[in-house]
Nanobody
């Protein structure tokens, strides 16, 4: 049974930082590209960062230079360091695992395991 334990969300002030984590169990980890998505009520889910098993990463323009994705394959854990937060970062954040063999992407296609979501709220 696949389980995804997502944590680290909360309230931060503009300019502050938060770190999210997702720990995966019940599936292979070190052969999957991982990603982070976020969603605001009424909007579509937005992918903004993806990382390969070897650590190569991409970012959407909305977070580039402020957010950093990383992973620890031995701990089966995906991380998101969020710095220089702005109110526009307020959203529900989701981690996701892609089918083995697929490459970097911030589109939802091919991501078949998802975290339960963690709320991030940034106040001005």
């Amino acid at each position: 049974q696949v389980q995804v334990a997502e944590s680290g969300g909360g309230l931060a002030q503009a300019g502050g930082s938060l770190r999210l984590s997702c720990t995966f169990s019940g599936l292979t980890f070190d052969d999957r590209t991982m990603a982070w998505f976020r969603q605001v009520p009424g909007n579509e889910r937005e992918g903004f960062s993806s990382i390969t098993p070897g650590g190569k990463s991409i970012y959407g323009n909305s977070v580039k230079g402020r957010f950093t994705v990383s992973r620890d394959n031995a701990k089966r854990t995906l991380y998101l360091q969020m710095d220089s937060l702005i109110p526009g970062d307020t959203a529900m954040y989701y981690c996701a695992a892609r089918r083995p063999g697929l490459g970097l992407s911030i589109l939802a296609d091919g991501y078949n395991y998802w975290g339960q979501g963690t709320q991030v709220t940034v106040s001005s």
